[in-house]
């Protein structure tokens, strides 16, 4: 497969997300660690609270369950990508992190792909593949599944 629609080679597939060094491969990559312990250990409470339900429902929604991919994100499924400057490798298909300040959910295909499903989901703000979101239980989350499901599509198919 290319690389997904909307990804940017600076920003899903370059570690951490959000920009960083150009590496001829992906280091966010599984690791094997526990899904559950990572999700128990995080401080804040209603990111605590938000990545378990995020647990359940993205592996509802793209029948995969959660593995860790680097030391941070919580993915489901997989897929590989290549880009035309040769650069290669695999990353999840959908995935989330529970960052100090907001969850981030990453959504490969590029959050702009949704802009009816945004104006509809509740309060949340975007980057490029990244949709943060401060509390689950303020956003619709049957707006969030469809946002995921379809975006796990697009990436997977």
């Keep these: 497969m290319s690389a997904a629609p909307g990804a940017g080679e600076d920003a899903w597939h370059t570690g951490g997300m959000a920009g960083?060094?150009?590496?001829?491969?992906?280091?966010?990559?599984?690791?094997?660690?526990?899904?559950?312990?990572?999700?128990?250990?995080?401080e804040h409470p209603v990111r605590r609270r938000d990545a378990h339900r995020l647990v359940e429902v993205l592996s509802r929604v793209t029948g995969?369950?959660?593995?860790?991919?680097?030391p941070s994100i919580v993915g489901f499924g997989s897929y590989h990508y290549r880009y035309d400057s040769g650069r290669e490798g695999?990353?999840?298909?959908?995935?989330?992190?529970?960052?100090k300040a907001a969850t981030t959910v990453y959504l490969v295909d590029g959050v702009e792909?949704?802009?009816?499903?945004?104006?509809?989901?509740?309060?949340?703000t975007t980057g490029k593949s990244c949709l943060y979101v401060k509390d689950l239980e303020a956003v619709d989350l049957d707006v969030l599944e469809e946002m995921v499901r379809r975006s796990y599509t697009a990436v997977t198919s």
């Design 90 to 99: 695999d990353m999840c298909a959908v995935g989330f992190s529970p960052r």
């Design 20 to 42: 960083g060094a150009r590496a001829s491969t992906s280091r966010t990559e599984p690791t094997g660690e526990d899904v559950a312990a990572f999700l128990d250990a995080v």
């Design 64 to 70: 995969q369950p959660p593995r860790m991919w680097g």
């Design 113 to 124: 792909r949704y802009p009816e499903l945004l104006e509809r989901l509740g309060p949340h």
